[in-house]
């Protein structure tokens, strides 16, 4: 087996609690620990702001600086590590330039986001200016955080999030058409607004509605293959967690449905058609994905009316084992997997699970509050970092001897 390709180094500069930290990362679990507030979650943040260019806990850049700095800057740098046996079912279950790796990143890569205080941000691969979606073909990554328990029955807005995650990775032109529909989506809201009051003609929406529908239609298709794709790995992930529950699913929610027939487009367009007399009378856009939501089903049943906790869990981490696969699958490179906090919320037999799966990966990293609420062989395989606190100097990250 060729030797996995994973991150290898972190610098951080100026981000939230972190004033400076520099820390070599190796292959396997890395245990990172440390009470609460101390800088546990934004270590796997700054991860996370190198695959994505964004933030998972914020869409408000400014917040991310370090209070009185003038800017921020993470630095990744990607190598190669043997880490143990990769292995997944589809049915279940800084240094120097060297060489391409076959499955597309060589050894050595930098990844570098920087923001500025005045809100300027910038991507580079290697020192060259690339968009932010760039990234994640280098750094691919699984997050696992609390609030993702709420998946099930939670708001609709942490599932398209969800949904949207899943979706990006498998469909090139999904975030150019995603920025697409978000500023025609705007711009249709504030010309309905201004329909509304009296202060325009309903003509000018059709300046909009065009990237609208073309966009908007292509996000709807690219879910909806998504979750094709994703129906057989989800289900044989949750066999194997909950072997006695019925069969689950994943199913696709949205006020404009195709009729039989009908592509996504005509589908969107004919809504659209439907409701412009209240969207007028409401001033905002009534139909399209943003609107959209996933459902989770036991057999025929919706887990959102029925489910108990045990089994809202079980349906998540089902859904992450079966992203880990697909991740997998896509070009031969197992995902970072990102466990923020998450083995307090599960009972020992899903705690199990997950365990497995960890020792399967090349890299992970896992926080805690306390290292004994990790799994006790999983704390003898992993790398262990302790967070502390360092008054006015920030947070730091330190190596531990078990």
């Known amino acids: 087996m060729r030797p996995a390709t994973l991150l290898r180094s972190l610098a951080i500069r100026n981000l939230r609690g972190y004033a400076a930290l520099d820390i070599e990362l190796g292959s396997g679990p890395q245990l990172v620990w440390g009470p609460n507030a101390a800088g546990k979650t934004t270590l796997l943040e700054a991860i996370v702001l190198l695959a994505l260019g964004r933030s998972h ?30 292995s997944w079912s589809m049915a279940g279950a800084g240094g120097a330039l060297t060489g391409a790796d076959s499955r597309g990143t060589p050894p050595g890569t930098t990844l570098e986001l920087t923001l500025q205080a005045g809100g300027r941000k910038k991507t580079q691969v290697n020192g060259v200016p690339r968009r932010p979606a760039a990234l994640s073909e280098h750094l691919r ?39 697409t529909f978000g500023r025609a ?26 990237p609208f529908l073309t966009a908007g239609s292509a996000i709807v298709a690219a879910r909806l293959r998504l979750l094709e794709m994703l129906a057989e790995p989800l289900a044989a992930a949750h066999r194997e967690i909950a072997p006695t529950d019925e069969r689950l699913t994943v199913g696709y929610s949205s006020n404009a449905s195709p009729l039989t027939g009908e592509s ?20 905002t856009t009534l139909v399209g994905p943003h609107r959209d939501d996933l459902i989770f089903s036991l057999g025929d049943r919706d887990m959102a009316t029925f489910s108990s906790r045990g089994q809202q869990r079980s349906a998540i981490l089902a859904l992450k084992l079966a992203e880990l696969d697909l991740l997998s699958a896509l070009d031969g490179r197992p995902p ?46 992993a790398r262990s970092w302790r967070v502390v606190v360092d008054g006015d100097n920030g947070a730091r990250v330190v190596e531990h001897e078990a």
């Open 141 to 179: 990554t699984v997050l696992f955080a609390p609030e993702e328990m709420l998946l099930v029955v939670g708001p609709p807005t942490l599932r398209r999030a969800a949904l949207d995650g899943l979706t990006a990775p498998h469909d090139p032109g999904y975030m150019a058409n995603a920025a």
């Open 185 to 210: 989506l705007q711009q249709r809201n504030s010309l309905l607004r201004a329909i509304r009051d009296g202060e325009a003609g309903r003509d000018q929406l059709r300046l909009w509605d065009e």
């Open 336 to 381: 970072l997997l990102l466990l923020d906090d998450v083995f307090s919320e599960l009972d020992p037999a899903r705690r199990a699970h997950l365990v497995r799966r960890i020792a399967e990966l090349p890299q992970a990293l896992i926080t805690a509050t306390d290292p004994d609420d990790i799994d006790a062989d999983l704390r003898r395989r």
């Open 264 to 283: 996504p487009r005509n589908a969107l367009t004919r809504r659209l058609h439907e409701t412009s007399e209240k969207e007028a009378w409401n001033g």
């Open 57 to 86: 806990r914020t869409t408000a850049d400014f917040e991310l600086i370090r209070w009185g700095a003038s800017f921020l800057r993470i630095e990744g740098v990607m190598g190669r590590g043997e880490g143990p046996a990769v």
